[in-house]
Nanobody, 124 residues
Framework: QVQLVESGGGLVQAGGSLRLSCAAS????????MGWFRQAPGKEREFVAA????????YYADSVKGRFTISRDNAKTTVYLQMNSLKPEDTAVYYC?????????????????WGQGTQVTVSS
């Protein structure tokens, strides 16, 4: 069992930055791949970024590539999402998720555990 708690969301102007954190409970955090997804009002949940259990491999949606960076600290059982050059279209609730055996990283059904989400609002 893994419990995930996101933090770091808020209101920021376009062009600004935010860093989201996802703190995980459980001793087996280091064996989970981690992902970030987001959901805007009236839209489906979409993949943002993912990182393998070791941290050696990272994956990004085309819409955030070059602007967002995912990282993890297994000692702190925390995964981060650094978001730079934010745009109004990045506005959404951001969710952290954990997967213990992903075959792909960008599909929500691959993830076993989810956080409650944190709101990110980017004003123009």
């Amino acid at each position: 069992q893994v419990q995930l708690v996101e933090s770091g969301g808020g209101l920021v102007q376009a062009g600004g930055s935010l860093r989201l954190s996802c703190a995980a409970s459980g001793r087996t955090f280091g064996s989970y791949a981690m992902g970030w997804f987001r959901q805007a009002p009236g839209k489906e949940r979409e993949f943002v970024a993912a990182i393998s259990w070791s941290g050696r491999s990272t994956y990004y949606a085309d819409s955030v590539k070059g602007r967002f960076t995912i990282s993890r600290d297994n000692a702190k059982t925390t995964v981060y999402l650094q978001m730079n050059s934010l745009k109004p279209e990045d506005t959404a609730v951001y969710y952290c998720a954990a997967s213990n055996r992903p075959t792909t990283y960008d599909r929500s059904y691959e993830y076993n555990y989810w956080g409650q989400g944190t709101q990110v609002t980017v004003s123009s």
